[in-house]
């Protein structure tokens, strides 16, 4: 059974920095893109970061870009997102997925979610 397994989530002040981690088990970790999804109610989920099979490649959505760095460890299994200089709007359930393609064009597993609130 595959298991996608956040952490790291909780409330932290506008400004401040958190860091999210994902464990995965039951599949061949470095065969997989791996990536984080964002929802914040009444919004669609948006993809907020992505990282290639062996780690050299990234991408960061326009929202993120110089606040959150995506990066994995395959000898642990485990992506992290950094996120530093965290606004409220960034407040949302955070995903992590798995995906057999790149630029992940779909999400093969995906996480429970990690809640991240950022108040002002």
């Known amino acids: 059974q595959v298991q996608l397994v956040e952490s790291g989530g909780g409330l932290v002040q506008a400004g401040g920095s958190l860091r999210l981690s994902c464990a995965a088990s039951?599949?061949?970790?470095?065969?997989?893109?791996m990536g984080w999804f964002r929802q914040a109610p009444g919004k669609e989920r948006e993809k907020v970061a992505a990282?290639?099979?062996?780690?050299?490649?990234?991408s960061h959505a326009d929202s993120v870009k110089g606040r959150f760095t995506i990066a994995r460890d395959n000898a642990k299994n485990t992506v992290y997102l950094q996120m530093n200089s965290l606004k409220p709007e960034d407040t949302a359930v955070y995903y992590c997925?798995?995906?057999?393609?790149?630029?992940?064009?779909?999400?093969?597993?995906w996480g429970q979610g990690t809640q991240v609130t950022v108040s002002s």
């Open positions: 997925a798995a995906s057999s393609t790149w630029p992940m064009w779909q999400v093969d597993y």
């Open positions: 039951g599949l061949t970790f470095s065969r997989y893109a």
């Open positions: 990282i290639r099979w062996g780690g050299g490649i990234t």
